[in-house]
């Protein structure tokens, strides 16, 4: 019988009372066996302690009773085996969603769930050649700014990836090739901190490459923010109440001032002049050391939303983009 190839979660998740729960499109979540554990758990226990830099070995937090709120997280490594909250993603569908599209659409939910480790390979390669399948600077990066931040275990909201999954499955590559070239460049935004400037470019660049086109030398009207703001707001309309992008949320400040501000902040890191001086509206939202964390932060977001928008109505944004 051949081996299951199978992808490990990084994600520390708390999912409904079930060993399997179907995502569509030939895929599932399942509770992995005593022989997987034993397979992945070295190399995640090792990637662990190195980023959090631990006076001993640790078990990662997966193992662990998680007790208290925010920020009085503790953790007990007294779980038993059978609670270890691993998961794997299994393809049970030779003809479902090939994985890196599957990768793909579980970086749009509003918990990312990080697939990046395939201790035996990934489902679409050669069953000859390398063995495993694993992007060591995202999964460093996902240890350092999740998983080492001490926090409750991750809710997943499955509906909300069954629609994503199926939604990606449904996109033909062939008819939208941008919309599925920016799917590609975000998936592949998550090997950087949160933190990094060029993150936050890598997220307007993808935006401005979903939703606009290069104007013409002598264009003084259909400006890069012109074909923004009106693009986004048009496409938050139609978004779903629990997938909109909030720029609502600055308070008084109109949603077209928001994007205003930032483009604003993205050209001043992206020219290398200071951004502190953009950052009123954000600070005004979130005060003290986190105003870049959480703009950058939202700025993700935006771009999951959009990219979203973009999965479900594929021919009115490639019209939009023009």
């Not at 708390?14 to 399997?20: A, H, N, R, Y």
């Not at 895929?27 to 066996?33: F, M």
């Not at 397979?39 to 980023?51: E, G, S």
């Not at 990066?141 to 998983?147: C, G, P, R």
């Amino acid at each position: 019988m051949p081996e299951v190839r199978y992808g490990v979660v990084l994600n520390d998740l708390c999912l409904p009372d079930g060993d399997v729960h179907g995502l569509g499109s030939g895929w599932e979540l399942r509770r992995p066996t005593d022989a997987q554990i034993e397979q992945f758990r070295p190399r995640l226990t090792m990637l662990y302690n190195a980023m959090t830099a631990a006076p001993r070995l640790t078990p990662p937090p997966h193992e662990a009773v998680v007790t208290g709120v925010e920020d009085s997280i503790t953790y007990e490594w007294s779980l038993a085996p059978s609670d270890f909250r691993y998961w794997v993603a299994v393809r049970v569908d030779s003809d479902g969603l090939p994985f890196r599209a599957f990768v793909e659409a579980l970086t749009l939910a509003d918990t990312e769930l990080c697939l990046n480790y395939w201790p035996n390979g990934a489902p679409d390669l050669s069953p000859t050649g390398a063995r495993m399948v694993a992007n060591p600077t995202t999964m460093a990066t996902f240890f350092a700014d999740v998983l080492c931040d001490e926090q409750a275990p991750q809710q997943a909201d499955l509906g909300e990836i069954r629609e994503l999954v199926t939604l990606r499955a449904q996109l033909d590559g062939g008819s939208f090739p941008e919309i599925a070239r920016m799917l590609g460049l975000f998936e592949s935004t998550a090997q950087l901190p949160d933190r990094s400037p060029q993150k936050f470019l890598a997220h307007m660049a993808i935006v401005e490459g979903l939703l606009t086109h290069a104007p013409g030398p002598t264009d003084r009207v259909d400006t890069i923010g012109r074909q923004l703001k009106r693009n986004i707001v048009l496409l938050d309309h139609r978004m779903p109440d629990h997938r909109k992008t909030e720029l609502d949320s600055f308070g008084s400040t109109k949603p077209q001032t928001v994007i205003d501000k930032l483009y604003a902040y993205r050209s001043a890191v992206a020219h290398g002049t200071d951004p502190s001086d953009r950052l009123d509206v954000f600070a005004a939202k979130w005060p003290g050391p986190t105003t870049v964390l959480s703009l950058h932060q939202f700025a993700r977001q935006l771009t999951k939303r959009l990219l979203a928008a973009a999965l479900r109505e594929p021919q009115l944004v490639s019209d939009l983009k023009g």
